[in-house]
Structures are given as structure tokens and as C-alpha cells.
């Protein structure tokens, strides 16, 4: 079992930046593929970019140009970067590791954005 942490949510207003972080607790973090997914009041999950190793970052179209995914392998953590945020990123944002058939997810941390 892999537990997953994140951290970094808050309030901030439109324009604004803030940075997620995420620690696995595992000794295989290299091997996960690593994410971050958000789900907004009333909608579904939804992907917000994805890391397989620190060359190969993925973004939903709507993080692409605004959003950065790292990860350090050494520290067991992944990171999302978010910038130029506006009222449409407001949502809880959840740590996913991938490895095969496991799966993990942490429990989320609110971002709020609004003026």
C-alpha cells in the first residue's frame, strides 16, 4: 500500500500561482507513473497532467502553457506548478501513482481561486 500526501492548496486570486506537492511513501517511486487530477464542484475527475520520468511530463490541454509536472525521485515527490490560475481551476486536486495493475490516490487539497 502506497500512501500519498499532498500539499500546498489554498486560496489564491485570479492571476495568481501556487504549487502542489505530493510524497509517496514508497522505496519504488522511480517506477510509478505520477499525477495529478482535479474534480470541481459538480463534475467529474479529471486528468491535469501526468509524469512517467522527469523527461516525459503530459498535460490536459487546459494546464498546457500554465501548469508544470516534476518529480524527485530521490525525495519520493511530485510537484504541479500552476500559474495564471483563473476561477475555472478551482477544484480539489488529488496525487495518482500508477505502477501496473496498482493504483493510488490521496485524499486532495482544495484550490481556490477567487478574489
Known amino acids: 500500500q502506497v500512501q500519498l500526501v499532498e500539499s500546498g492548496g489554498g486560496l489564491v486570486q485570479p492571476g495568481g500561482s501556487l504549487r502542489l506537492s505530493c510524497t509517496a511513501s514508497?522505496?519504488?517511486?522511480?517506477?510509478?507513473?505520477m499525477g495529478w487530477y482535479r474534480q470541481a464542484p459538480g463534475k467529474q475527475r479529471e486528468l491535469v497532467a501526468y509524469?512517467?520520468?522527469?523527461?516525459?511530463?503530459n498535460y490536459a490541454d487546459s494546464a498546457k502553457g500554465r501548469f508544470t509536472i516534476s518529480r524527485d525521485n530521490a525525495k519520493s515527490t511530485v510537484s504541479l506548478q500552476m500559474n495564471s490560475l483563473n476561477s475555472e481551476d478551482t477544484a480539489v486536486y488529488y496525487c495518482?501513482?500508477?505502477?501496473?495493475?496498482?493504483?493510488?490516490w490521496g485524499k486532495g487539497t482544495l484550490v481556490t481561486v477567487s478574489s
Open positions: 495518482n501513482a500508477k505502477w501496473g495493475r496498482a493504483e493510488y
Open positions: 509524469i512517467i520520468s522527469s523527461t516525459y511530463p
Open positions: 514508497t522505496v519504488s517511486f522511480s517506477s510509478y507513473t
